[in-house]
């Protein structure tokens, strides 16, 4: 999209800010889901396969949300552990991740009181970084898990 030049002293309108946002990706975000992926015991797990249920802009959404434009980000991701052998007094761990890096953790030991888990937190990303969710869980046994992540961009 292409901006007009300003002059000094121009009221910018609500089309305006509509177009800058547009221009800068601003407020604009994608979601994914996983609707099941079993989750090996004792074992750091990359949610995969992902499907877009939100992304009009045309993200990559393949292995995580991969972001279109540098800049602040919100993302937020519900976990659902759906099925397997989710033991008391095991742990889970939860992990946002982008470009190496942990943004947000959620680190439970007593699994069967409250497995389900939903976290956010906002990071400075580079365009071409891809928001991922991490799972761990040690019950014993594999568990199943289903995932919806977002991202959005703040500024």
Same mark, same amino acid.
């Given at each position: 999209?292409?901006?007009?030049?300003?002059?000094? *002293?121009?009221?910018?309108?609500?089309?305006?800010?509509?177009? +800058?946002?547009?221009?800068?990706?601003?407020?604009?975000?994608?979601?994914?889901?996983?609707?099941?992926?079993?989750?090996?015991? =004792? /074992? =750091?797990?990359? %949610?995969? /396969?992902?499907?877009?249920?939100?992304?009009?802009?045309?993200?990559?959404? $393949?292995?995580? %949300?991969?972001?279109?434009?540098?800049?602040?980000?919100?993302?937020?991701?519900?976990?659902?552990?759906?099925? *397997?052998?989710?033991?008391? =007094?095991?742990?889970?761990?939860?992990?946002?991740?982008?470009? *190496?890096?942990?943004?947000?953790?959620?680190?439970?030991?007593?699994?069967?009181?409250?497995?389900? +888990?939903?976290?956010?937190?906002?990071?400075?990303?580079? /365009?071409?970084?891809?928001?991922?969710?991490?799972?761990?869980?040690?019950?014993?046994?594999? $568990?199943?898990?289903?995932?919806?992540? /977002?991202?959005?961009?703040?500024?």
């Amino acid at each position: 999209m292409t901006i007009a030049s300003v002059t000094a *002293g121009t009221l910018i309108t609500e089309a305006w800010g509509n177009s +800058v946002a547009d221009a800068l990706n601003v407020g604009r975000f994608a979601s994914v889901t996983r609707s099941s992926q079993t989750v090996s015991n =004792n /074992s =750091n797990t990359s %949610i995969t /396969s992902l499907t877009a249920n939100y992304d009009p802009d045309g993200w990559s959404v $393949s292995t995580g %949300i991969e972001v279109p434009t540098t800049g602040v980000y919100l993302m937020a991701v519900q976990i659902d552990w759906s099925g *397997g052998t989710m033991a008391s =007094n095991k742990r889970i761990i939860s992990q946002i991740r982008a470009a *190496g890096t942990t943004y947000v953790e959620d680190d439970r030991l007593t699994a069967s009181s409250t497995p389900n +888990v939903a976290i956010s937190g906002t990071g400075y990303l580079t /365009s071409g970084n891809v928001v991922s969710v991490l799972v761990y869980q040690n019950s014993g046994g594999s $568990s199943d898990v289903t995932v919806n992540l /977002s991202a959005y961009r703040l500024q």
